[in-house]
Nanobody, 119 residues
């Protein structure tokens, strides 16, 4: 199983970006998928998570600005980021809890995509 993240980049404060993460490989189920980020010099932190049923939770720092969504048929999770601030600058990582053919669940991580918010 691989998670491939894409869509990061540089944007000015107040701008928008959308990052995507597609899971591929031997996937027999995917429940919680999410986005985390690691700002420069800091620890990785939760941004948002979403269940297969569409229930979501957000870090307080991004509520009202970021929206997480997913396409279960494509095993893909998205993060729409609006009203970006310099403090949103970080490497963004996706993860997913994936079930294999034996019914075992494993958490996988994507490779990370850089988001830079700067004027």
């Amino acid at each position: 199983v691989q998670l491939q993240a894409s869509g990061g980049g540089s944007v000015q404060p107040g701008g928008s970006l959308r990052v995507s993460c597609a899971a591929s490989g031997s996937i027999f189920g995917a429940n919680v998928m999410g986005w985390y980020r690691q700002p420069p010099g800091k620890q990785r932190e939760l941004v948002a998570v979403i269940t297969s049923g569409g229930s979501s939770n957000y870090a307080d720092s991004v509520k009202g600005r970021f929206t997480i969504s997913r396409d279960n048929a494509k095993n893909t999770v998205y993060l729409q980021m609006n009203s970006l601030k310099p403090e949103d600058t970080a490497v963004y990582y996706c993860n997913a809890n994936i079930m294999n053919r034996l019914g075992h669940w494993t958490v996988y991580w994507g490779q990370g995509t850089q988001v830079t918010v700067s004027s």
